[in-house]
């Protein structure tokens, strides 16, 4: 089993920038990858970045160019780095774990909300 948990979430406005934090525990030896999901209101969850443990990062087109994924190993935490954020960016986001298995874990969710 693995746990997650989330932090960092919050209401910022138009353009301006969160860091979103996700600590990992348990099992972590068996993770392959980490990364972020997010679900706005009346819509499908969908990626926003992953990265796997050789390094290889995944980003919706949407968000290319604003948030930047990074692990840091030693602490098993992964963190998005969100800029330049838009109204559009507003969704409860998920830190996700794949693992060899596979199977995948999911935390329980920050809400980030961008308004003015």
């Known amino acids: 089993q693995v746990q997650l948990v989330e932090s960092g979430g919050g209401l910022v406005q138009p353009g301006g920038s969160l860091r979103l934090s996700c600590a990992a525990s348990g099992r972590t030896f068996s993770i392959y990858a980490m990364g972020w999901y997010r679900q706005a209101a009346g819509n499908e969850r969908e990626l926003v970045a992953r990265e796997t443990n050789d390094g290889i990062t995944t980003y919706q087109d949407s968000v290319k160019g604003r948030f930047t994924i990074s692990r840091d190993n030693a602490k098993d935490t992964v963190y998005l780095q969100m800029n330049s954020l838009k109204p559009e960016d507003t969704a409860v986001y998920y830190c996700?774990?794949?693992?060899?298995?596979?199977?995948?874990?999911w935390g329980q969710g920050t809400q980030v909300a961008v308004s003015s």
């Open positions: 996700n774990a794949v693992v060899f298995g596979p199977n995948e874990y």
